[in-house]
């Protein structure tokens, strides 16, 4: 088995992990639903242009009703996640938004498109869920909000569906014109309803690091995600998006002198624990499943040659 697809996964969760330090870098004030918006429109817009230059782009014979679909999701994800966040605090709207949507990307998986999650990915999902709680359990405001915590949950399964509508997506259509298109879809449905316009972004301050976040955490990192995602389930790669976080702690150590408490770094030993187990556990079980099928065929050309 190709273990490729996977290490493409996680490096697109390691882009998005930057996303948090990068925005400390922008003036403050600015609303993040106009970051989210600026940002989809920087990394779906180029991405945009350069597919249409390149012809790769049948309009009329696209899969429309799947692109729609991804790019209102992930909207709808980064506009509930920030609402989340203001009622509920940082550390628990990640958490529960976060933590949640592997669980809603197995359930949509299994009842939608029949595939039954393995084992393995229970066992990976469960440790890296766990990881999450306790690195965050001691970060960031506690306040139990239900609007937020509602709010998040709506947040995971919307990042849950744009999984694996994003596969449904990716298996009609190339990955560069899908991530094009969703990207400059998804900022013209979030720009309308950003406070702040688009004016602040030619400021020098905010320009670089709304640039970084538009060409390397949206089109380099969603370019990696669906070039991964075409290979392996939706529910893996969304667990595999775990180390998101863990890459945003880790960096808010390095980088920013974050402090991280003991019961924090058994949270990141775990999510690594749940991601190898993931990426090598999902290796060895197609393996043994290919070895199983050929021993099979094995059986059935001798009894027909006897």
């Given at each position: 088995?190709?273990?490729?697809?996977?290490?493409?996964?996680?490096l697109?969760?390691?882009?998005?992990?930057?996303?948090?330090?990068?925005?400390?870098?922008?003036?403050e004030?600015?609303?993040?639903?106009?970051?989210?918006?600026?940002?989809?429109?920087?990394?779906?817009?180029?991405?945009?242009?350069?597919?249409?230059?390149?012809?790769?782009?049948?309009?009329?014979?696209?899969?429309?009703?799947?692109?729609?679909?991804?790019?209102?999701?992930?909207?709808?994800?980064?506009?509930?996640?920030?609402?989340?966040?203001?009622?509920?605090?940082?550390?628990?709207?990640?958490?529960?938004?976060?933590?949640?949507?592997?669980?809603?990307?197995?359930?949509?998986e299994?009842?939608?498109?029949?595939?039954?999650?393995?084992?393995?990915?229970?066992i990976?999902?469960?440790?890296?869920?766990?990881?999450?709680?306790?690195?965050?359990?001691?970060?960031?405001?506690?306040?139990?909000?239900?609007?937020?915590i509602?709010?998040?949950?709506?947040?995971?399964s919307?990042?849950?569906?744009?999984?694996?509508?994003?596969?449904?997506?990716?298996?009609?259509?190339?990955?560069?014109p899908?991530?094009?298109?969703?990207?400059?879809?998804?900022?013209?449905?979030?720009?309308?309803?950003?406070?702040?316009?688009?004016?602040?972004?030619?400021?020098t301050?905010?320009?670089?690091?709304?640039?970084?976040?538009?060409?390397?955490?949206?089109?380099?990192?969603?370019?990696?995600?669906?070039?991964?995602?075409?290979?392996?389930?939706?529910?893996?790669?969304v667990?595999?998006?775990?180390?998101?976080?863990?890459?945003?702690?880790?960096?808010?150590?390095?980088?920013?002198?974050?402090?991280?408490?003991?019961?924090?770094?058994?949270?990141?030993?775990?999510?690594?624990?749940?991601?190898?187990?993931?990426?090598?556990?999902?290796?060895?079980?197609?393996?043994?499943?290919?070895?199983?099928?050929?021993?099979?065929?094995?059986?059935?050309?001798?009894?027909?040659?006897?």
């Amino acid at each position: 088995m190709n273990i490729l697809p996977y290490i493409f996964v996680l490096l697109a969760a390691m882009f998005w992990g930057t996303v948090g330090t990068t925005q400390t870098f922008l003036q403050e004030g600015i609303s993040p639903i106009a970051v989210a918006g600026v940002r989809s429109a920087i990394g779906g817009g180029v991405l945009l242009i350069a597919v249409l230059g390149m012809r790769k782009i049948n309009l009329k014979k696209w899969s429309w009703k799947w692109t729609i679909l991804a790019a209102l999701t992930i909207a709808l994800f980064q506009s509930l996640f920030f609402t989340s966040v203001r009622y509920t605090g940082v550390a628990v709207g990640t958490v529960v938004t976060i933590g949640s949507s592997p669980v809603f990307a197995g359930i949509i998986e299994w009842l939608i498109f029949k595939r039954r999650p393995s084992r393995v990915w229970g066992i990976a999902t469960l440790l890296a869920i766990i990881g999450c709680i306790l690195l965050f359990v001691n970060r960031g405001e506690t306040t139990i909000h239900p609007l937020g915590i509602l709010l998040a949950l709506c947040a995971g399964s919307m990042f849950a569906l744009y999984t694996n509508s994003s596969k449904q997506l990716t298996e009609r259509e190339e990955t560069l014109p899908s991530v094009a298109i969703t990207f400059t879809l998804s900022a013209i449905f979030l720009l309308p309803f950003s406070q702040n316009g688009v004016s602040w972004v030619l400021n020098t301050q905010n320009l670089w690091p709304m640039l970084f976040m538009g060409l390397f955490a949206t089109s380099l990192a969603y370019i990696l995600y669906l070039a991964g995602l075409e290979k392996i389930s939706s529910s893996s790669a969304v667990t595999l998006s775990l180390a998101e976080p863990l890459t945003a702690a880790l960096l808010g150590v390095f980088l920013v002198g974050e402090y991280l408490s003991p019961t924090s770094w058994i949270g990141v030993m775990l999510l690594l624990g749940g991601i190898l187990v993931l990426t090598l556990g999902s290796r060895k079980s197609v393996k043994q499943t290919k070895e199983v099928n050929l021993q099979q065929q094995n059986d059935v050309v001798s009894k027909e040659t006897t």
